[in-house]
């Protein structure tokens, strides 16, 4: 038998005749692939290379055994290695990188992912993600509830995002929803929207898209989770006067007046206390709130409110300013509105149990649901409050101007 040439036309059952050297190794070339050679050593191992020249210099590139490749999958990969070389983008770097990528854990692309979103999202739901990945260890100064730890725990989502993006599985967020739902099912559930959206994000990056095991891993995983069940702590106006009277008893003058306007605008929590006196049109009788639907609201400043807001003292930028928040205003009203409740013996009311009340105190006065809407800043729900209703201010002013004066009557508040 002759000897085999250095170079032909690879075909299956010639590359496996060829046999292993005596010593060292041997190169055989495809014809129709510049550069793809299989590689032979004494061993008898047998695998597909490329070799080219990068910036003067020969490269030689494993590809991968003949056998776990085919003929047709090795010439493709050649020919992209090819490409690169072309371009001078080594391939060898590029793989590393991507190695690198593949075993980076999902909250560095997770903390990618918020960065760039966060000029896009309200500044409270770029917080509530913020707070789903954070490290957790800090000691708790302020809000600690009754056995609760004094360290913070690691966030709500950071089981997940420490493992490498490509091992979070349907399976392990399963794991994760099974041993959560029970103890915290409205928690569960906001994480799992989050990490919902996450996924879509990373599966149409070019960069991070690869990394998805499978991006309808989050879809229809709401039935695993409890029926949510509506919260219905309100005030009844029956309740008003005792109500009033003990939040008017608070030390803390700027608590006092944030938990009584927030029931008389029906504001949202974060909205309200990040409210700035730049904010404030004392001509008009206006201010603008930050809400997490419209970006920005104009309300009108009905006289009490208005009056509880010029009675503070500006501190700094904030009107519900605060010396121990980092943030500069008011982050927890919570524990003072629970002992005012237990000294006026009245029943549990959530922060968000004021903005509930505002809406159902409203209809006392015959407000229009729309109006009462439009004030607490809801998203419109039907055709003709989205497109054929543009209420001014002033028609809002007239019927929050009835629903305040409606309140402190029933408060027994002269004013």
């Known amino acids: 038998m002759g000897k085999t040439p250095s170079k032909f036309s690879f075909s299956t059952k010639r590359l496996e005749r060829l046999a292993p050297p005596l010593k060292g190794q ?11 050679g299989l590689r032979i050593t004494k061993n008898g191992v047998k695998s597909f290379i490329l070799q080219s020249r990068l910036t003067g210099k020969t490269v030689r590139l494993t590809i991968g055994q003949f056998g776990a490749w085919n003929i047709q999958e090795a010439q493709v990969e050649a020919r992209r290695l090819a490409v690169s070389i072309d371009r001078g983008i080594d391939p060898r770097i590029e793989n590393k990188q991507t190695i690198a990528v593949k075993e980076q854990s999902a909250l560095s692309i997770w903390l990618e992912y918020i960065k760039q979103k966060e000029a896009r999202w309200s500044h409270r739901y770029y917080l509530d993600h913020v707070d789903m990945s954070r490290n957790g260890g800090e000691l708790i100064t302020r809000g600690l509830r009754r056995n609760q730890s004094n360290i913070k725990e690691a966030g709500f989502l950071r089981p997940l995002l420490d493992f490498p993006l490509n091992q979070i599985t349907r399976d392990l967020v399963i794991t994760w929803i099974e041993k959560e739902r029970n103890s915290r099912p409205l928690k569960t559930r906001l994480a799992l929207a989050m990490l919902k959206a996450f996924i879509r994000w990373a599966a149409n990056h070019s960069e991070y898209k690869t990394l998805i095991v499978d991006r309808t891993l989050c879809e229809r995983l709401n039935q695993e989770l409890p029926a949510p069940k509506a919260r219905r702590d309100c005030l009844q106006k029956e309740q008003l006067k005792v109500w009033f009277q003990s939040i008017k008893n608070i030390q803390n003058q700027t608590i006092s007046a944030y938990l009584q306007t927030l029931l008389l605008t029906g504001a949202r929590r974060e909205e309200w206390a990040s409210l700035k006196w730049s904010d404030i049109d004392t001509i008009w009788h206006t201010a603008i709130i930050r809400d997490k639907v419209q970006g920005t609201r104009i309300i009108s400043l009905t006289p009490y409110v208005e009056h509880l807001l010029s009675s503070l003292p500006k501190i700094n930028d904030y009107v519900f300013a605060s010396h ?9 009203p919570r524990i003072a509105l629970d002992q005012s409740l237990s000294r006026a013996q009245l029943p549990f009311l959530t922060i968000h149990g004021l903005r509930r009340s505002f809406g159902t105190l409203a209809e006392w006065v015959e407000c229009p649901a729309g109006i009462s809407a439009q004030i607490m800043g809801h998203k419109p729900s039907a055709i003709a409050e989205k497109h054929y209703r543009q209420r001014p201010v002033d028609l809002l002013r007239k019927w929050h101007i009835r629903i305040e004066q409606f309140i402190l009557q029933e408060a027994e508040i002269n004013f």
């Open 26 to 36: 041997s190169i055989f070339w495809d014809a129709k692939t510049p550069g793809l």
């Open 324 to 332: 121990r928040s980092q943030c500069g205003y008011l982050k927890e």
